[in-house]
């Protein structure tokens, strides 16, 4: 506390204690302008057309307020090394300091000189008396954040203050958002290309402020700073600036928000965050809201680390409802500080009760984003956009290796019925898009559903139970042994494929629904960001998204169907039938094998066995049903009821499945199975040597400050298997890897992983793959879902 | 499992959070919901309590003579005007000290009259609420912090006396008055548009 300070306020306090004064002296009361700078502002108007003039008087300025300041403060010796800095703080592209009493103020650009087209950063700094305060946007239970008027000729552009993250300020039951100490405001500030070099830029702002200890002094300075231009990158900074702002920066949020979940309909509300997001071991954490009502401000607000999440609980304040859901979480750890933006205006769904309407004040919180770019990806992509997104994606569906087999069936039925009236065809394409939406209604109403539960879903999560994917299995046998001829599925079965034209109707109901089942895991990612937008949603625009989704896969069908000309172009059938339908079992045999391959990730040897041993009982099932319609009397009865047997048996395996699947049922590790590091996951023998994913290696990584790569895959999705083929198990990019000592950790979300679905939720994701590279000390880098060799090397280098 | 284990988590939490807050702070009362009870006394030893009050609408103002946005709304004469305004419209305007003693804005009975004269104001009464309890029970946070009751006892809006949180008494008169606005609203029999708005001021001196 520089002894001048101290002084100054001595002097002032019977001002400040003055009982009532008028209007225009009380917003004049913190205004302090020394005798000098009313000159220098004389001085100004009439040299104001010479820029030169100004150059030199700013000079002189300069000297004689150095006078001024060093006879005003003989304590400057025996300062704290930051009161040494800020005594020096002269020159170029610096402002007259402003002191209060309560404050001394000064604006300072980071360089005396900037280059036309170039931008450069000032910083509004206060350094405040002790035990008092400045504000935050959001100041808290009172109080009013800094504003700053600007001056400045054309060409030349401030952006918005970027606000360090700030202190809990207790006063009594209530509290403030702000700053004590020393604070620097820093402001970007930008030059046209076509300023003329030479020609010296002058910024003039006008700052008014509030600085309260237990009571406020509204206060309010005038600055100006002449910067020069050059046509080269700005001069070195002196050293005690380059300090000032290196410091300044230190205090500024991370960019990027994110994404984390509040209820704000509770009392209390709960924040979860995912705590891949924070650094290790941390001591501290707090929330700062953005915009006053959304919190009770003096409330405690406990949280707990549970595995994957952070959970906060904090206490409504008095307009939860209409205050954005985001704030800065400021967490303390043993290396220092960290403030994290957090926004959790993707679950603005589930905020219910009476919204009350807030009033906006236009200046004050507000300003929510500070302009920082944003890692949420899909924070842009509007309802329109995802419809067609989910439009055009629903028709790319139908050239899905996983669509193809049905859609094989399809096009054989659709054949044989080129014979039949328009009315009958468009009946059976109405009926086959009925399918299609009826299924991806029943999902997204299921999704809704478990999202509204809290349950950690994704898409493609169907695939991550071992009974599903083994009943699956047997649906695929079972559709290949009626194609092959071995069986004739009856009225009884669904009727896929092999219903003739008389029952054709809930037939062409259920390939359209067989197609799109089979086709979710395909749309992970194709559709990442219409579904991740669509799960954020409220639940008519998420059930908008996905049923354009099955409309896109539907509409070709169905114009084939209704369309004489092109179903006149089918061929006719025949013989040639017979052979294409034997032929196409053999892709349903390979969707049974290549589902035992993904049941072989989840489930084990033991897991396949058993599926292995249903799909026998199934095939013997199916044969003796076939064989009991040939028989006679006693030995039908004996052949249903073995066939009975055969089925239920295979039925049991498939669901006794579930509990003995490793990971699925420990809560802990989840589907990476154990926790040993490990080279050969799942989706991947060859590549870069892996370990497996959690939170805390990454946490412990990134602190260590070792560059990290993460990929979230499973058994089930392809796009992650072709990434991992043609380009993270090429030779390049392991030695990329080896070279540049990267933590390679790979998450397997093959079974269900809360803490994969919490990182998968952090970067508003709702599915795999996602590629994501941490450089070291620096912020995390999503990939693109579809790779290449040079994408991820580019990204390396980086 | 996990959400099992999210809920239970939830509880502890939950738990600790209310124990932590049970010997604290602030209520947050609630607009459109019976305005929290309240026993006190004016300057005059006058005890006044708002169950006594049913059938008028009642205005709470907190006041600190000393805060700038106080300052700033009685040196424009602003405040006196909106209590002429209200009082003569039938309201019982009760202007609140919830600073304790020692603090800014402290006052004697004696003193908080000289004020009223001295500023020409025009409270139905000014209560002296030296423990805090009045502004605890109804959250006020800053002075000036503005309370509508309306006839019924339903507290119909708290927040700031109006949108420009400044000092500057140059703001008053393009401000909107959210007080003013209520009190319009109440008598034409409309919802209150904004019936909760952000405080500014000084912090109250519990």
Redesign the interface.
């Known amino acids: 506390m520089p002894r001048g300070i101290a002084d100054q306020h001595r002097r002032r306090r019977p001002l400040a204690?003055a009982?009532?004064?008028?209007?225009a002296r009380?917003?004049r009361?913190g205004r302090t302008r020394p005798a000098a700078l009313l000159g220098w502002r004389a001085d100004r108007r009439s040299a104001s057309r010479s820029w030169h003039a100004v150059r030199e008087i700013s000079v002189l300025l300069a000297l004689l307020l150095s006078l001024v300041s060093a006879s005003a403060l003989p304590g400057d010796a025996g300062e704290t090394p930051d009161a040494r800095d800020w005594a020096v703080m002269r020159g170029l592209g610096v402002s007259q300091a402003v002191a209060t009493g309560n404050l001394r103020a000064q604006l300072i650009a980071e360089a005396g000189a900037v280059a036309p087209g170039s931008d450069l950063e000032l910083a509004l700094v206060f350094d405040i008396r002790p035990h008092w305060h400045t504000y935050w946007k959001n100041p808290g239970?009172?109080?009013?954040p800094p504003r700053l008027t600007w001056e400045l000729p054309p060409g030349v552009e401030v952006g918005p203050i970027q606000w360090p993250y700030p202190s809990l300020i207790r006063?009594?039951?209530?509290a403030?958002y702000g700053y004590a100490g020393r604070v620097a405001h820093l402001i970007p500030l930008s030059v046209t290309a076509d300023w003329p070099v030479g020609e010296p830029i002058e910024v003039r702002a006008e700052a008014?402020w509030?600085v309260?200890e237990?009571?406020?002094?509204?206060e309010e300075g005038q600055f100006e700073l002449v910067l020069e231009t050059s046509a080269t990158a700005a001069e070195d900074a002196d050293r005690a600036r380059a300090k000032l702002f290196a410091n300044a920066r230190a205090r500024l949020p991370s960019s990027g928000r994110i994404a984390a979940t509040l209820a704000r309909g509770e009392d209390?509300m709960?924040l979860g965050v995912p705590a891949a997001a924070l650094p290790p071991e941390p001591t501290s954490i707090a929330f700062f809201a953005d915009q006053?009502?959304l919190l009770?401000h003096?409330?405690?607000q406990?949280?707990?680390i549970?595995g994957a999440r952070l959970?906060m609980?904090l206490?409504?304040?008095?307009?939860p409802a209409s205050a954005a859901p985001t704030g800065l979480l400021v967490v303390e750890h043993a290396d220092g500080t960290e403030a994290l933006p957090v926004d959790a205006s993707r679950t603005l769904a589930e905020a219910s009760g009476?919204i009350?309407?807030?009033?906006v004040?236009p200046?004050?919180?507000s300003d929510p984003g500070g302009g920082a770019p944003t890692t949420v990806e899909d924070a842009a992509l509007g309802l329109p956009l995802a419809l067609l997104f989910a439009l055009l994606g629903g028709l790319v569906l139908n050239l899905m290796p996983c669509v193809f087999p049905v859609l094989a069936i399809k096009a054989l039925a659709l054949a044989q019925q080129s014979q039949q009236g328009l009315a009958e065809r468009a009946r059976h394409g109405l009926a086959y898009s009925a399918g299609v939406l009826a299924f991806f209604a029943l999902v997204a109403i299921l999704l809704l559903a478990l999202r509204a539960?809290?349950?950690?879903v994704g898409w493609g999560f169907q695939l991550q139970s071992p009974s599903f994917v083994v009943l699956m299995a047997y649906l695929f046998l079972t559709l290949g042994l009626s194609l092959a001829g071995a069986i004739t599925l009856g009225a009884g079965l669904m009727g896929i494929g092999a219903a003739g034209p008389s029952r054709g109707h809930l037939g062409a109901f259920m390939t359209g629904a067989l197609a799109a089942l089979v086709a979710a895991p395909c749309t992970a990612p194709f559709m990442g960001a219409a579904l991740g937008f669509a799960l954020a949603q409220p639940w008519p625009a998420a059930l908008a998204v996905v049923l354009t989704l099955g409309l896109g896969m539907a509409l070709p069908f169905l114009l084939l169907a209704l369309s004489p000309t092109l179903a006149r172009r089918l061929p006719r059938p025949g013989q040639w039938m017979e052979y294409l339908k034997q032929l196409l079992s053999f892709p349903m045999f390979a969707t049974a094998a290549w589902l035992l391959w993904v049941l072989s990730v989840q489930a084990g040897p033991i897991g396949v066995g058993a599926a292995l041993a249903g799909l026998v009982l199934l095939a013997l099932g199916l044969w003796l049903l076939e064989a009991s319609r040939a028989g006679q009397g006693r030995w039908q009865r004996v052949a249903q009821v073995s066939a009975g047997v055969s089925l239920a048996a295979a039925l049991w395996l498939a669901i006794d499945l579930a509990p003995s699947a490793p990971g699925a049922?420990d809560?802990g590790s989840g589907g990476t199975v154990g926790e040993e590091p490990r080279t050969a996951t799942p989706a991947g023998r060859s590549g870069p040597t892996s370990t497996p994913f959690s939170a805390e290696r990454l946490a412990a990584a990134r602190a260590a400050g070792r560059p990290v790569f993460v990929n979230m895959t499973a058994a089930w999705c392809i796009t992650c298997l072709v990434n991992e083929r043609v380009a993270l198990s090429r030779p390049t990019v392991v030695e990329a890897f080896a070279a540049g000592d990267l933590l390679y950790l790979k998450g397997d979300w093959t079974n269900r992983d809360?803490r994969i679905t919490d990182y998968l939720a952090g970067f508003g994701r709702s599915g795999v793959p996602i590629y994501v590279y941490y450089a070291s000390g620096a912020e995390p880098k999503v990939l693109p879902q579809v790779l290449t060799e040079s994408i991820v090397l580019d990204a390396l280098e980086r | 499992m996990m959400l099992r284990l999210e809920t239970r988590l939830a509880a502890v939490l939950t738990a600790v959070a209310l124990c932590s807050l049970s010997g604290a702070a602030l209520a947050t009362p609630e607009v459109d919901a019976p305005a929290p009870a309240f026993t006190g006394v004016d300057t005059a030893g006058k005890t006044w309590a708002l169950e006594d009050l049913a059938g008028q609408p009642v205005i709470l103002e907190w006041t600190n003579h000393d805060c700038p946005y106080v300052k700033k709304h009685y040196g424009a004469g602003n405040m006196q005007t909106l209590q002429r305004e209200a009082t003569d419209a039938g309201y019982v305007w009760l202007s609140v000290i919830s600073s304790a003693p020692g603090t800014q804005g402290h006052v004697s009975a004696a003193e908080a009259d000289a004020l009223t004269a001295e500023r020409d104001a025009a409270p139905t009464a000014v209560l002296l609420d030296t423990e805090g309890t009045i502004g605890r029970a109804y959250g006020a946070r800053t002075t000036p912090h503005m309370y509508v009751i309306d006839e019924a006892g339903t507290l119909v809006y708290m927040g700031g006396i109006d949108d420009r949180a400044t000092t500057d008494p140059a703001d008053i008169p393009a401000a909107t008055n959210y007080v003013r606005l209520a009190m319009s609203e109440l008598e034409a029999g409309q919802p209150i548009s904004r019936p909760v708005t952000r405080p500014y001021g000084c912090s109250v001196k519990y």
């Open positions: 204690r009982s009532h004064p008028g209007p009380m917003t009361r239970d009172s109080g009013e006063v009594g039951p209530l403030n008014t509030l309260c237990a009571h406020c002094i509204p209390p709960r006053w009502g009770e003096a409330a405690a406990p949280w707990a549970d959970l609980t206490t409504p304040g008095e307009a009476p009350a309407e807030l009033a004040d200046t004050a919180g539960g809290g349950a950690a049922s809560g809360a």
